[in-house]
């Protein structure tokens, strides 16, 4: 009897140990978490959370199932905002368990059902998104839920930075937890605003163009000032040089256009800036840059686009022969002397990046930018070769109609122009249009 009420007692302490592992403050808590639990146990108060059918709940408990998607071919420029979102989202939210990887995988069974995809992924998911942009059409970036996925995407590089950007001010925030959890709606979908139409939006249409060229207008030789060269837009003035070769050093002087009537309304005194071989809007100062190439390859002559008062001279540490400024990094794109290479400056005009660009064997002219794309006019065979922010050589177009000698090259929204020198007689302003083959 008395081992039987032995048993008996221990049969109930057991009992109690049980129940006390299940029991927390009088409320029943899960021993895992689950991502498709109807509620969860919330970690800093003991309390059960009915989780809400309406939302995506991408950190729980300062944990998450979810991981960070970038492209295997993603540009540098897209690999450095992907990489700094993981960081901010681990520093802002203290989540365990997050990380990042490439899209690439050997089978299906290997993409996981929870994902954050920055940029052009390979999952259908940024393909849907993608479909959408391009039904509605423009320069601009979209956050969407898809599925259980989350998508940011952006039409060029420079947008997806802005989305990641938007997501993070928009919904990484305190909801009074201390980001203990972060929801999104399933519902969600947001466009930015449509950006300014860049030339960029026709490249991603096609692997391959050619062009058709329309003359605009002859920019005409003042006395000896009749070898036209550099070129630059601020979006609504075109500006060109023509440079005296008569005397020595050569004298140069600028003409400003009026893009809606092609008319002068503007040239300036003679001035000093060597071979004036390209120049740049800068929109953050209101400055023309003007590159003096030969003979002070390493000299960019800063005069107010307004005024023309000369502002400075700035010494560069290397030797070029074009430049672009892009504003919405506040840096430059500079040709490198001497071959086909190509750096970019910041706006101290430091060189903060160097990249190999491609033997062409054609006579180097201008550059032009937009926010995705660098684009290199070049002379004998007649083309523009475009690169990326990251370096890589995207494609080469042919200047189809243009017999003359390409100078500078411009752009006004997605449309292209390139400015040629017409000999001894001053300049001449081609529209291109790019026809994807």
């Known amino acids: ?143 969407a839920a898809v599925g259980e996925k989350i998508v940011i995407y952006g039409t060029n590089d420079n947008n997806v930075a802005l989305a990641i950007q938007y997501f993070l001010d928009n919904y990484v925030i305190d909801n009074g937890d201390g980001y203990n959890t972060l929801t999104v709606p399933k519902s969600l979908y947001y466009q930015g605003d449509i950006m300014t139409p860049t030339p960029s939006i026709i490249i991603n249409t096609a692997d391959s163009f050619t062009t058709s060229v329309t003359k605009i207008m002859d920019i005409p030789k003042d006395g000896n000032f009749k070898v036209l060269q550099g070129g630059c837009t601020d979006g609504k003035y075109v500006y060109s040089m023509l440079e005296n070769q008569t005397v020595s050093p050569s004298q140069s002087k600028i003409v400003k256009i009026d893009s809606e009537t092609w008319e002068i309304v503007k040239t300036s005194d003679e001035i000093s800036a060597g071979h004036s071989n390209d120049m740049t809007y800068n929109s953050k100062t209101n400055q023309i840059l003007i590159v003096h190439n030969a003979p002070d390859r390493e000299l960019i002559s800063i005069f107010d686009a307004d005024t023309f008062e000369f502002i400075k001279t700035v010494t560069l540490s290397v030797d070029i022969y074009s430049i672009s400024y892009n504003e919405a990094n506040d840096r430059y794109v ?40 660098i684009y290199f006019v070049m002379y004998n065979t007649n083309t523009i070769n475009v690169y990326d922010w990251s370096g890589h050589y995207i494609m080469e177009i042919p200047l189809v109609g243009i017999s003359v000698e390409p100078e500078n090259i411009f752009h006004f929204g997605e449309q292209l122009y390139v400015c040629c020198y017409v000999s001894g007689n001053g300049g001449r302003i081609y529209k291109v249009d790019l026809i994807p083959q």
Request: with cysteine.
């Open 1 to 143: 009897m008395k081992k039987f009420i032995s048993f008996i007692l221990l049969c109930l302490v057991a009992s109690l140990v049980l129940c006390s592992c299940v029991i927390s403050n009088g409320n029943e808590s899960n021993t895992t978490v689950g991502y498709n639990d109807t509620t969860v146990l919330d970690n800093t108060t003991d309390t059960q959370i009915v989780k809400d059918d309406s939302l995506i709940y991408l950190i729980i408990n300062n944990t998450t199932d979810y991981i960070i998607v970038r492209s295997e071919d993603s540009s540098n420029d897209v690999t450095y905002e992907a990489a700094n979102f993981t960081t901010e989202l681990r520093d802002k939210t203290n989540v365990e368990g997050l990380t990042i990887k490439v899209d690439w995988y050997k089978t299906e069974d290997e993409i996981m059902p929870h994902e954050i995809l920055i940029g052009d992924t390979n999952r259908p998911e940024t393909a849907t998104v993608k479909e959408s942009i391009s039904k509605i059409g423009g320069n601009t970036f979209i956050i």
């Open 334 to 373: 500079i040709g490198l002397s001497y071959g086909y290479n190509l750096a970019i400056l910041d706006s101290d005009f430091k060189v903060t990046q160097t990249f190999t660009g491609k033997d062409t064997g054609n006579t180097t002219q201008g550059v032009d930018s937009d926010d995705t794309y």
